[in-house]
């Protein structure tokens, strides 16, 4: 009897360690798989429009055709820093990591930003002949000051990018 709780006991302990590691969430991280390799967006790109929507507003703000820029380099890792210079004050940097979540057997593009560690928005996304990328996201993928009070807001993005 002495050896049946034991054993019980263990078989309990060995099953709550298994359940305690699974999570609801069947995400997977991967570099590779998706529409293209995240290594094929290696080098500098710079931005040909560059769209900020706001989610509180109807406001918006293309920084390019207001006479800015935004440069993307991207290592073969899939970190990048991101330079936005809109034209009506001083530039700044955004980086992360770019990668593929893999969710229920399909591949999202996503960025973990590095303002956001424990969290990444998905995107969609386009590399067309490797010299032109695209890439867009909903509602809360993105921030932008759009009253230029030092308080960014909340903004859905659009970027198009040509290879340097």
Do not use: H
């Not at 293309?62 to 530039?91: C, E, K, Y």
């Not at 990328?133 to 921030?143: A, K």
């Amino acid at each position: 009897m002495k050896n049946s709780i034991k054993t019980l006991l263990f078989f309990t302990v060995v099953i709550s360690l298994v359940a305690a590691s699974c999570t609801s969430d069947d995400s997977e991280l991967v570099k590779e798989g998706g529409p293209f390799k995240i290594n094929e967006l290696a080098g500098n790109w710079e931005a040909t429009s560059a769209i900020f929507n706001s989610d509180n507003d109807n406001e918006s703000v293309d920084i390019i055709a207001d006479g800015g820029s935004l440069s993307l380099t991207v290592q073969s890792t899939g970190s990048f820093t991101m330079t936005i210079n809109p034209v009506d004050r001083q530039a700044y940097t955004e980086s992360g990591e770019m990668f593929w979540e893999l969710y229920e057997g399909e591949y999202y593009f996503a960025i973990a930003w590095d303002s956001y560690p424990n969290d990444w928005s998905s995107y969609g996304a386009t590399l067309n002949n490797g010299s032109d990328f695209f890439m867009n996201g909903g509602p809360s993928t993105g921030e932008y000051d759009f009253n230029n009070d030092g308080d960014a807001q909340s903004a859905g993005i659009g970027f198009a990018f040509v290879k340097l």
